[in-house]
């Protein structure tokens, strides 16, 4: 891959006519649809490049830069959503940072991690997801060849791909649910997106541990899921970026909970029982695997005071912090 002035060159598959066209009958959407939001994106993307890269260059203390590089959905403009999507860039540099900037173009927040070469190599070893999704979509902004050389060096499945997969389904999912009830309804649709998505992602890779990857696009996680979880990720994928009233929002989570939950054995509460229990007004919520049970934490500001809930499937315990469970 290389840089040619302005224009960048996506790495990855483009989606095939046949997928979309499936996806479209099964989603409501139209060929046209798919078409105009992928041009508006591709355009709206070329003009974040070149803003952020420029922003990058002019940034002090972060070293040498080596390389400016776009991965994720902003890579994918066929799976971007404007006003959703975050623009996740990487800028690799030859010191070690823990530097992260965050900045708005337009609608997107732009999310941009400063390391060294070594600590992505790290990544790389480690078989972290990042390493993955970096390795097979990303959109050079500016490399020095450095980039480009790592990119020859392919990340392995390790157990660390696994756990980081997994728990990632979980993270979504209670930032999904905490914006239900924070009544922002949309992000919490965009939240259950990933959680599904992560979903997938860890169940194909899981399955077939020697393909050395998983699912990365849109396109690809669909021809992973069967069913009605299928269909729920479609409708997931529609919704992003668009109003979404309460209870279609809360049907969606409940599939979701659902879903997850009876993917990976476990016994689960339904959103229903959680907001039953509830007092107060909700500050945070947290989704973890406890045993074979997925447990829904929530803190809420109460007139007595902070009140902290363990939520299972079929009863409520009050906690006294969230020590236990903050780490994953």
């Known amino acids: ?18 997928t979309l066209l499936a996806m479209s009958h099964r989603s409501g959407l139209q060929m046209d649809d798919y078409e105009e939001l992928h041009i508006s994106a591709k355009e709206y993307l070329k003009e974040a490049f070149r803003m952020i890269r420029d922003k990058v260059l002019k940034t002090r203390g972060i070293g040498k830069v080596r390389a400016i590089v776009a991965f994720g959905s902003s890579a994918r403009p066929e799976d971007f959503v404007i006003g959703s999507s975050d623009i996740d860039i990487l800028v690799l540099t030859d010191r070690k940072s823990n530097k992260r900037q965050y900045f708005k173009f337009r609608d997107s927040r732009v999310d941009v991690t400063y390391a060294s070469v070594e600590e992505v190599k790290k990544a790389f070893e480690l078989g972290h997801p990042f390493a993955f999704i970096l390795h097979d979509d990303n959109v050079i902004l500016r490399d020095d060849g450095t980039f480009s050389s790592l990119m020859k060096i392919r990340p392995k499945v390790t157990g660390h791909t696994l756990r980081v997969l997994r728990n990632s389904v979980f993270v979504a999912l209670g930032l999904a649910i905490e914006s239900y009830f924070h009544e922002d309804y949309e992000r919490a649709v965009s939240h259950a997106y990933h959680a599904i998505r992560h979903f997938a992602r860890y169940n194909a890779i899981k399955k077939n541990r020697e393909a050395g990857r998983f699912p990365i696009s849109n396109e690809e996680v669909s021809k992973t899921l069967i069913g009605e979880t299928s269909d729920l990720f479609i409708k997931l994928l529609k919704k992003r970026g668009k109003a979404v009233a309460k209870e279609e ?31 107060g007004e909700v500050s945070l919520i947290l989704t973890r695997e406890v045993g074979d049970s997925m447990v829904i934490i929530v803190e809420a500001i109460t007139e007595e005071g902070i009140k902290r809930l363990e939520i299972r499937e079929s009863y409520v315990k009050e906690i006294k912090n969230l020590s236990k469970y903050e780490k994953i």
């Open 249 to 279: 929002c809360k049907e969606m989570l409940e599939r979701t909970i659902r879903a997850i939950a009876s993917g990976l054995d476990l016994k689960h509460p339904t959103l229903s029982f959680v907001e039953e229990n509830l007092q």
């Open 1 to 18: 891959m290389k840089e040619v002035n302005a224009c960048y060159y996506v790495k990855g598959r483009s989606l095939e006519c046949e």
